[in-house]
């Protein structure tokens, strides 16, 4: 009788719940995961239901966890939130099932090239491109005014830090997870004309010890002499907060961020400040995988499709800022009836830089790490040579 029941019920129960329930691990989106979810679990009448899972907020800590649970071939995982920035990594590894190629243009249709690009890897789409932000200058009330910056034109880091030293205004970067200074690192050099890193191989070039690298050297360096801010911090929206806040260098998804809830209302915006003469943004997103030994891939790339769908694409942009990797997107009546940044997000989002797409840029950014802190110590006469052969040495495998 005990076996006959446990057939009948629990066991059953157990089968049932195996078959229909999708795990959605989800990183520090701003994005309500729950919401979502809930829409496309009632959208599926009954093929499947959604549940949150949740990843590290450390993007360290979030990396470790998945390279760990990917590798050991864990089943647990049916979809995937996955940084854009590990999206070679986890693709070169093959720990990313292939997307269906009749999803592949559905997937990849009217995408921005930067969150294309970033979702593509050895020629093939890897993830579904979900939502991908640039960063944007923020500021308070009339602050930028009374600093004496046209917002309407390109503002350059020297103008921008001249301007708050008048005022006695701060000028905060947000790092929200720890990867704010390599993606901070990575924009400037684009912005002097340069790349990082180009190419997926051992032998990409690096381009730091070069005349863009010591301009981005010389940034970091005017920034931390006039002592507006810390760098690249997780107390940046606190700060920014602040009596003395004034500008605050942020993804455009952060005005919903409830740290700012007292000051959101009073917040203005403008593009990235300049190096040169054009506004390069750092851009950074999420792309929506299946990992390869998930195993209910078909009802998971349904799930995907669901949260890919325009209504998803356009909730995710009104209720909360993010920026949806699909151009049309910004189209959305509820979009441009809610998301007023978009003059200036759709125009970063094309001029913009993400990190480079290389299998090797977790290794990457730890050399950027170790050689662009502390802040005091960053020269352009010195800095952008050796930050080079450490990233060198961390594409090639070796000890710098």
């Not at 990183?27 to 949740?54: V, W």
């Not at 093939?124 to 200058?137: I, N």
Request: glycine share 8%; hydrophobic share 45%.
């Amino acid at each position: 009788m005990a076996l006959s029941w446990c057939v009948l019920t629990a066991c059953g129960s157990a089968g049932a719940r195996s078959a229909s329930v999708l795990d959605w691990y989800v990183g520090p989106d701003r994005a309500d995961a729950a919401a979502l979810a809930r829409a496309c679990t009632e959208a599926s009448n009954g093929d499947y239901s959604i549940r949150i899972r949740r990843l590290p907020v450390d993007v360290h800590d979030r990396h470790t966890t998945l390279v760990r649970r990917l590798a050991a071939k864990d089943t647990s995982i049916d979809i995937l939130s996955l940084d854009s920035a590990f999206t070679a990594e986890f693709s070169a590894a093959r720990f990313l099932a292939p997307v269906p190629e009749n999803l592949v243009p559905v997937f990849g249709k009217d995408v921005f090239p930067a969150a294309l690009a970033a979702a593509t890897y050895d020629g093939q789409l890897a993830v579904a491109p979900w939502w991908f932000d640039p960063q944007l200058l923020w500021y308070r009330g009339n602050v930028a005014e009374r600093a004496g910056l046209d917002t309407t034109k390109p503002i350059s880091w020297e103008g921008l830090i001249a301007g708050a030293e008048r005022l006695g205004v701060t000028v905060q970067i947000d790092d929200r997870d720890g990867s704010g200074l390599a993606q901070w690192v990575s924009a400037l050099v684009a912005g002097s004309g340069s790349a990082l890193v180009d190419g997926t191989g051992r032998k990409a070039k690096v381009g730091l010890d070069s005349d863009a690298g010591r301009a981005a050297a010389s940034v970091v360096e005017l920034y931390r002499k006039s002592r507006l801010g810390p760098g690249p911090s997780t107390e940046a929206l606190k700060n920014f907060a602040a009596p003395d806040g004034g500008f605050l260098l942020a993804p455009s998804s952060v005005v919903t961020d409830p740290q700012l809830a007292a000051v959101a209302a009073d917040m203005g915006w403008t593009a990235y400040p300049t190096v040169g003469l054009t506004s390069v943004a750092p851009l950074a997103g999420v792309g929506l995988a299946v990992p390869l030994y998930a195993p209910r891939s078909t009802q998971s790339y349904k799930a995907i499709s669901c949260l890919t769908s325009p209504t998803s694409l356009a909730s995710i942009m009104a209720d909360v800022g993010h920026s949806a990797s699909k151009l049309t997107t910004y189209a959305d009546p509820a979009v441009t009836s809610s998301y007023p940044m978009a003059a200036v997000t759709k125009k970063a989002v094309q001029t913009g830089r993400a990190v480079p797409v290389t299998p090797y840029w977790n290794l990457v950014q730890d050399a950027i790490d170790e050689t662009w802190t502390p802040s005091a110590d960053v020269a352009p006469d010195q800095t952008p040579q050796t930050s080079q052969s450490a990233v060198r040495a961390a594409l090639e495998g070796r000890l710098p």
